[in-house]
């Protein structure tokens, strides 16, 4: 019996030393959680009249990971965050020998300006640019427009969590 016993302690004192020596590697290379995001000011309202979807999902993000509060209007925010421009492109990327596509580039840009009701930029005006490729088969077109929706919903929510992290280094204009 113990002849039996002896292989699986030493293989679970094998596993707890990996585990151990990993922790070790993660608490030293800088690694944490996320955690809530801070920002420099205390009110903000998103202006995304030419991206609906994306506003709001960045104003859900913004509600549930920050310090700040949404306003209701321009006039009461401290800041104002303006997205102008937000384009979902696509390109091919490849063609077959017979000059059928073989995969497509999706682009997604999201111009973004943070200023306050004076005019003052709290962040330099500036450009998220995303890009994903995906191959296409002529004989599975409904799982590739299904997979290109999914692919452009995923890049949105990529998008909006670098608004959020450039919010954070937002400074007051002096």
């Known amino acids: 019996m113990s002849f039996s016993r002896r292989p699986r302690a030493l293989l679970w004192m094998r596993w707890l030393a990996a585990a151990a020596v990993s922790a070790l590697a993660l ?5 944490h959680l996320r955690g809530d995001a801070s920002y420099t000011f205390q009110t903000i309202f998103v202006n995304g009249a030419g991206a609906p979807t994306l506003a ?16 209701a209007d321009a006039k ?3 800041v104002i965050l ?18 059928s596509v073989r995969e497509y580039l999706l682009i997604k840009r999201v111009q973004f300006r943070l200023h306050d009701a004076d005019g003052n930029e709290w962040l330099p005006p500036g450009e998220i640019t995303l890009r994903r490729t995906y191959s296409f088969s002529e004989s599975e077109v409904l799982a590739r427009d ?18 959020v992290r450039r919010l954070q280094a937002a400074k007051k204009p002096a």
């Open 146 to 163: 299904t997979q290109e929706q999914r692919l452009l919903k995923d890049m949105q929510t990529d998008a909006v969590q670098q608004l």
């Open 56 to 71: 709001a999902e960045l104003r859900r993000a913004l509600a549930a990971t920050g310090s700040a509060t949404m306003a």
């Open 76 to 78: 009461a925010a401290q």
């Open 27 to 31: 608490a030293a290379c800088g690694f």
């Open 82 to 99: 303006d997205i102008p421009v937000v384009a979902d492109d696509k390109e091919v990327l490849t063609l077959s020998g017979a000059g």
